[in-house]
């Protein structure tokens, strides 16, 4: 099982970026998918989740900022990212709690796609 994120890039400030992130190998099912970013020097921290049943959370620094969100037919998830600025910048992560051929729960981690936004 694998997670491939993809989408990151340079922005300037206000600007806007659609991070994209797919899962793939052997699995029987996929349950909540979320984005966490982790900049030089801090602890990774989460930025949005969404359950299986679409249901999200975001944290409360984003103010209204992003918006996550998947597709289940592709085992994809997604986060559009507007009006960004220079604090966001950061690796992003994508992860999936994932139940595997076995029946047994894990919980992957794409490789990091970087964001940088520039003042």
Do not use: H
Not at 29 to 48: K, L
Not at 65 to 81: C, E, G, W
Not at 96 to 119: L, P
Request: net charge positive; charged share 15%.
């Amino acid at each position: 099982v694998q997670l491939q994120a993809s989408g990151g890039g340079l922005v300037q400030a206000g600007g806007s970026l659609r991070l994209s992130c797919e899962a793939s190998g052997t699995f029987i099912s996929i349950s909540n998918m979320g984005w966490y970013r982790q900049a030089p020097g801090q602890q990774r921290e989460m930025v949005a989740i969404i359950t299986s049943r679409y249901c999200t959370n975001y944290a409360d620094f984003l103010k209204g900022r992003f918006t996550i969100s998947r597709d289940n037919a592709k085992k994809m998830v997604y986060l559009q990212m507007n009006s960004l600025q220079p604090e966001d910048t950061a690796v992003y992560y994508c992860n999936a709690d994932i139940r595997d051929r076995r029946g047994t729960w894990y919980a992957y981690w794409g490789q990091g796609t970087q964001v940088t936004v520039s003042s």
